[in-house]
């Protein structure tokens, strides 16, 4: 929906030409994205790797006597000692693989990243490539687990300096995307990677095929609206766009403010009770109007020019 | 809803709208509900589970609508319709464009030529991380032998178990030789394991600190080594101790040359980028070296194998010799040797 709402994307908005020609536009994913995919990511991976200790533990028969056991040569002890090599393995891979197996998939996307609506793209257009999400989730191992760990071990002595440094450190890779302005954090420099909105749309509805948009014509009063070339002229684009957001949301107190608001400007008299017709037919003279200048190359922006 | 219109309703809803822009949208609405249909399907199956004939359809589909898209940014004004369409092309493209290789594919092309190739062009970061790391050792070795209390802040307190200054002859063979029958080995390697590659990852990551933190760990660990053939040269045994680290060393010691390599490759393309743009020559030293950090997490694996059952079941020091430096020649072989012509490589 971002792009209905142009202040809500204003200086994100990158655009970037595809092999056919087309220029595309694409949003840089807004920090709070990022961070709650982030969020929601680590609590995963932190759930994936509590659940598979606890299950392990579970095959295992319990916890009592596993030190003694692993280290008997019996059939029992060599099935302990599969389970604990199972248990390495899979802490491993969940900190390090997660990210990537997700960010390679068609999606380019993290649970966590399709949660907020957000993917991973090369940032010179090209395809991403394996090599790309390799990089970039290597790299989060000094940016998030390294400091994290230290902070903790920080916390329980008495690091003095070191505690400092770490802070300071952390705080670099944290604030990196801050400094730059396409919000790149220091893996995704090294990868040549960013991270963008992935939009999913549904197709609005057509505007123009009820009666009152025809004809002009309302179906509850029969009133006719016809809108003169100099009632028509007042108004444009970005008017035109706000007029359609309005038709399309169909809120009372909007549907009625907007009317009177535009029978101000033309000079009518607001009547009450056919707002949603009046507005509609407004719309697609206008819209007509509008476009039939593009087609000439005139193109008026909104009312100021 | 306009979407699930049928054929001849469909052209009386063209017929109907009274705009030119939105009966050019009707009459294109199928493709964008076919394209967004497969794309849809693509997003959440892998790609095996996708007709054939969507799969051939994408592409031209995709151009269908990214033309619909030039068009309706020239004639139309319907917001919503455009950001529908924006929406579309895009979410096509990034499948159109995505990483079209599957993983198996993507692995016979990295083992292939992929890695040996990465691995050759960061030859320069390689003579400098080598370089690094020997006098690491010797560091190690020359500040013990001028105060072996040294010995206790350079080793790790997991082998200052028996291996300490001052310890007899025989303890000392004995954490060689003899361990045939220790159990638990399988699960040591996998620890290993995920210890060493934790460290070779750290001293790729560190490299974006311009490669310097990289090297103080290169030095770190080695002067670790340094330190313990130190310990075992005291008591005559440091062609055995040769023997029993090389085994997996040989491997191993590789793998963190080549991380270290990977990471001092990144920093100094920050820092001296030449005639790129920083931020692309970081992007492309980036991708090189992830290449290669690929390729030391698997020698990692091949590393803690040889360590975990190899080393326990030669318990001669020729025999270790002669693994560990077949593993030397193997790898050197596989990276340095194994030249193929370029196009078959790419």
Not at chain 1, 231 to 240: F, P, R, T
Not at chain 1, 280 to 292: I, K, N, P, V
Not at chain 2, 61 to 82: I, M, N
Request: with cysteine; charged share 20%; aromatic share 10%.
């Amino acid at each position: 929906m971002s792009a209905l709402y142009p202040s809500l994307t204003a200086g994100r908005e990158r655009v970037l030409v595809t092999p056919e020609g087309i220029a595309m536009k694409l949003v840089v994913a807004s920090r709070g994205a990022r961070f709650g995919a982030l969020a929601l990511d680590l609590a995963i991976i932190a759930m994936l790797q509590i659940g598979t200790t606890l299950l392990l533990f579970y095959i295992a028969g319990g916890v009592f006597e596993l030190g003694t056991k692993a280290l008997e040569k019996s059939a029992a002890g060599s099935a302990l000692q599969f389970l604990v090599i199972l248990w390495f393995a899979a802490m491993f891979l969940f900190r390090n693989a997660y990210f990537m197996f997700f960010e390679l998939g068609p999606r380019g996307a993290t649970w966590g990243k399709r949660a907020a609506g957000i993917r991973i793209a090369s940032r010179d257009g090209g395809r991403l490539t394996p090599e790309m999400v390799l990089a970039r989730n290597l790299l989060r191992d000094i940016e998030l687990f390294l400091p994290i760990s230290f902070l903790l071990s920080a916390s329980g002595g008495d690091m003095g300096a070191a505690g400092i440094a770490a802070v300071a450190w952390f705080l670099v890779f944290v604030l990196f995307p801050c400094f730059n302005k396409d919000a790149l954090r220091a893996g995704d420099l090294i990868a040549g990677t960013w991270v963008v909105e992935a939009p999913r749309r549904r197709l609005e509805s057509v505007m123009s095929t009820t009666r009152a948009a025809q004809e002009g014509t309302s179906v509850t009063t029969g009133a006719a609206y016809r809108f003169g070339e100099k009632e028509l002229a007042v108004y444009g684009e970005y008017e035109l766009q706000t007029l359609e957001r309005v038709l399309r949301e169909n809120r009372h107190e909007a549907l009625v403010t907007v009317h009177e608001a535009i029978c101000r400007k033309i000079g009518w008299d607001p009547g009450a009770g056919d707002e949603y017709a009046f507005l509609e037919a407004y719309y697609a003279q206008l819209r007509a109007r509008l476009e039939r200048n593009m087609r000439m190359g005139v193109r008026k922006a909104d009312k100021w020019g | 809803m306009a979407g699930t219109l049928s054929t001849a309703s469909g052209d009386r809803a063209i017929e109907a709208a009274a705009l030119r822009s939105d009966r050019f949208r009707l009459e294109r609405e199928a493709d964008w509900m076919r394209l967004e249909a497969i794309v849809r399907r693509m997003e959440a199956n892998r790609l095996g589970k996708i007709p054939d004939e969507d799969l051939l359809a994408l592409p031209v589909l995709y151009r269908t609508v990214a033309s619909s898209l030039s068009v309706a940014r020239e004639t139309s004004l319907d917001a919503a319709t455009l950001a529908y369409l924006e929406g579309l092309v895009q979410r096509a493209w990034f499948l159109v464009y995505g990483p079209r290789t599957g993983f198996a594919a993507w692995l016979r092309r990295f083992l292939g030529g992929g890695l040996p190739a990465a691995v050759r062009a960061i030859w320069f970061d390689i003579l400098i991380a080598l370089a690094v790391m020997v006098a690491g050792a010797a560091v190690g070795w020359l500040l013990v032998a001028s105060d072996p209390s040294w010995y206790y802040s350079l080793v790790p307190s997991q082998f200052t178990d028996a291996r300490v200054p001052g310890a007899s002859r025989e303890v000392l063979h004995d954490t060689l030789f003899g361990n045939k029958d220790e159990a638990a080995l399988s699960v040591f390697a996998a620890y290993l394991f995920s210890n060493n590659a934790q460290v070779s990852i750290l001293a790729f990551a560190l490299g974006f600190a311009f490669g310097i933190p990289s090297l103080m760990l290169l030095v770190q660990n080695l002067a670790t080594l340094g330190a313990m053939m130190w310990l075992y040269h005291g008591q005559g045994l440091l062609w055995d101790f040769g023997g029993w680290i090389s085994v997996h060393g040989t491997t191993e010691l590789f793998a963190i040359l080549l991380a270290g390599a990977a990471g001092l490759h990144i920093g100094r393309a920050i820092a001296f980028p030449g005639s790129r743009a920083v931020m692309q020559a970081a992007a492309e030293a980036g991708r090189r070296a992830a290449t290669v950090m690929a390729g030391v997490v698997q020698m990692l694996v091949v590393a803690a194998m040889l360590e975990g059952f190899a080393r326990q079941l030669v318990d001669n020091t020729a025999g270790r010799y002669t693994i560990g430096l077949s593993m030397l020649a193997i790898w050197c072989g596989y990276f340095f040797g194994l030249r193929r012509s370029d196009a078959g490589a790419a």
